[in-house]
């Protein structure tokens, strides 16, 4: 689609959205529609469940925040649930103020601005439609013009609630305009936009001495105050504070705690009662979302001032701890990356992942539980197998700690090793042992960590570097064993064999001298010790597998090498183990033979096709996997 007709349909929609009319015909289309006159919270939570809601785990997953934060399932899902759902069905917590509470670059921020941005863009919807008074500055519902001894019969009639009063500017509107026909009134459909300052603001805190409360709530308009004759008079008064732009939707409030107190008592009201204090009018309703965020230190300090204390019972406090799934993190990073100018520098398979397991273990409490590392509650948390322990253990390692992920490494900081690494490092590839080295690097010249901390941190990259030994030895297994494919299936074809003979309870022919033989039950057990089958288990794991090849071919369809995973790697690191001793010469020797070297480059080749290596970081991790295996 080219520009023009992109510029056409989007012409088309803002036409779609330009509705106007009287409230009459409002008050016809809330009839038809009564979701129409939804207040703020409500809007919110409608607009985040309109994505779509997944259980995942027994827990709810909200696609809205899908794309953007990962490992926070669960923070999410008690913002939702405990904040948005019962503020959506006027429960008692929409009448507190939202308070996102955790470490830097742990979230809070995107949570904020998706939401913003999510409702912007649900307001033109016809789902999410907010129509208001038309001239009114603060864009509010136009229910708000039925007198309050009408509205019982009115919201039995709808099936809605009206909350709130007109503003100053609305009731001289009123009057002068259209006589006190509020039938008359005009209506129009408006769009949410930051941008343009309609139901959405942010408030951010400057110096306490400068800052003026009118940024809040508005201020005197003195080029009209000779023509009203009056700082009473609504039209002498601009109604531009963020208190008014953002009635209707949701107001920002960046670094909350460090404002002055008489901001704070203007949202204390706006939260309680659902209004506030502006200039020389009467109290002015507002309907909208107040969401603020801090660090958890700021928020200590906080609640041990005395003064605060009005202030605590109307905050609702929701902790957004960092991810503890290593995969997740590697999300994370992946995310900072493709907006940053690192975006087409090429970053080699588990580099990410070596620093997400350094930042996650630096997040992570030791546990009491018996026979419980750091290590395996990283893997446990990220949903891999760990011997002795089953999925239930997650929750109990949880509960064992409800503050866990609120310090240790922020992922803008491994983004910022990355970088120096690629300086430092003066090529387009990144690896893992580059990664790994950086974020070492960073830990010397970081002046605020204790030489404890730093010994800790330094501790955690070693065990990084560690499982990152073992990934490295793996993948070039892989490729090894890919080159040397038809031995694998051999060997693949020939355990299938013993195993059907050992659950038939008869013998298999040798195929060298052709008589018949008790299976090899010698054979069976290296393979299957390679992925943990114990002596125990061997019975229940050969059934199982003679069950898979009757499923198959019952279906018409073959049990080949690549129909059971566990087998498959099996029958690798069995082929790897076999062969360590012609691997570790191929990949260490300096002048290969030409056989070794049509091997080597077969290796290579295998990783850039098909496992994400480009020719630089091939080269290095079959040079590198050499190194260890001559350990």
Not at 46 to 73: A, P, T
Not at 103 to 132: F, Q
Not at 183 to 209: C, M, N, W, Y
């Amino acid at each position: 689609m080219d520009l023009l007709e992109q510029l056409r349909k989007h012409r088309q929609q803002e036409e779609k959205l330009a509705w106007e009319g009287t409230f009459v015909q409002y008050y016809e289309l809330v009839r038809a529609n009564p979701r129409i006159a939804q207040h703020a919270h409500a809007r919110v939570y409608n607009m985040i469940v309109s994505h779509g809601v997944e259980e995942v785990d027994g827990r709810k997953r909200y696609r809205f925040f899908s794309q953007d934060l990962f490992g926070l399932d669960e923070a999410l899902e008690r913002l939702v649930e405990e904040y948005f759902h019962s503020a959506a069905r006027r429960l008692d917590v929409r009448k507190r103020i939202l308070l996102l509470m955790g470490p830097v670059s742990g979230g809070k921020s995107t949570i904020v601005t998706l939401l913003k941005r999510g409702l912007e863009a649900y307001s033109r919807t016809d789902e999410g439609a907010v129509y208001a008074i038309k001239g009114c500055p603060m864009h509010e519902e136009p229910l708000h013009l039925i007198p309050p001894e009408l509205r019982p019969d009115v919201e039995r009639e709808l099936g809605v609630t009206i909350e709130g009063s007109l503003c100053p500017a609305c009731r001289v509107m009123v009057e002068q305009q259209y006589g006190g026909r509020i039938e008359d009134v005009l209506v129009k459909r408006v769009a949410l936009t930051e941008e343009k300052r309609i139901g959405i603001g942010t408030f951010q805190p400057s110096d306490p001495k400068s800052q003026d409360i009118s940024e809040l709530t508005g201020s005197i308009d003195f080029s009209t105050i000779t023509e009203y004759g009056s700082e009473s008079d609504p039209r002498a008064y601009r109604f531009d504070g963020e208190l008014n732009i953002a009635n209707r939707g949701i107001l920002e409030m960046q670094e909350m705690l460090k404002m002055d107190e008489r901001f704070l008592w203007h949202l204390l009201s706006l939260s309680q009662e659902g209004n506030f204090k502006a200039g020389r009018f009467a109290l002015i309703s507002a309907d909208e979302v107040v969401i603020a965020h801090t660090n958890e230190e700021e928020y200590r300090h906080f609640v041990s001032n005395r003064k605060n204390e009005a202030l605590h019972s109307r905050i609702i406090v929701m902790p957004v701890p960092y991810n503890l799934r290593v995969s997740d993190e590697v999300r994370i990073y992946e995310k900072l990356i493709r907006q940053s100018e690192l975006r087409d520098v090429h970053i080699a398979p588990h580099a990410l992942r070596a620093a997400a397991m350094v930042s996650v273990l630096s997040r992570l409490k030791e546990s009491k539980k018996q026979g419980m590392d750091l290590v395996k509650k990283m893997k446990l948390y990220d949903g891999e197998a760990v011997d002795g322990f089953k999925r239930k253990d997650v929750e109990e390692l949880k509960r064992e700690f409800p503050g866990e992920g609120m310090s240790g490494i922020d992922p803008r900081y491994v983004i910022n090793r990355i970088s120096s690494a690629l300086v430092s490092r003066k090529a387009d590839c990144i690896g893992p042992l580059d990664v790994l080295r950086a974020l070492k690097t960073g830990l010397d010249q970081h002046p605020s960590l204790s030489e404890e901390e730093r010994e800790r941190l330094l501790n955690f990259i070693a065990i990084a570097r560690r499982e990152y030994d073992e990934t490295a030895k793996t993948e070039v297994q892989k490729a090894f064993v890919y080159s040397y494919e038809e031995s694998a299936r051999r060997l693949f074809d020939n355990y299938l064999d013993h195993v059907e003979a050992y659950c038939n309870w008869h013998k298999i022919k040798d195929p060298v001298t052709g008589e018949e033989v008790e299976p090899d039950e010698k054979l069976m057990r290296s393979i299957e010790e390679q992925i943990g089958v114990s002596e125990n288990a061997k019975k229940a794991f050969r059934e199982e597998i003679l069950i898979r090849i009757s499923s198959f071919a019952r279906r018409g369809k073959r049990f080949d090498y690549n129909s059971h995973e566990r087998l498959r790697e099996a029958i690798e690191r069995k082929l790897f183990a076999d062969m360590k001793d012609v691997i570790r010469v191929t990949t260490s020797t300096t002048n290969p033979d030409p056989d070794q070297l049509k091997r080597l480059n077969e290796v290579i080749a295998r990783l850039v096709e098909s496992h994400g290596y480009c020719d630089v970081c091939a080269n290095e991790l079959v040079r590198y996997a050499g190194s260890l295996l001559n350990r």
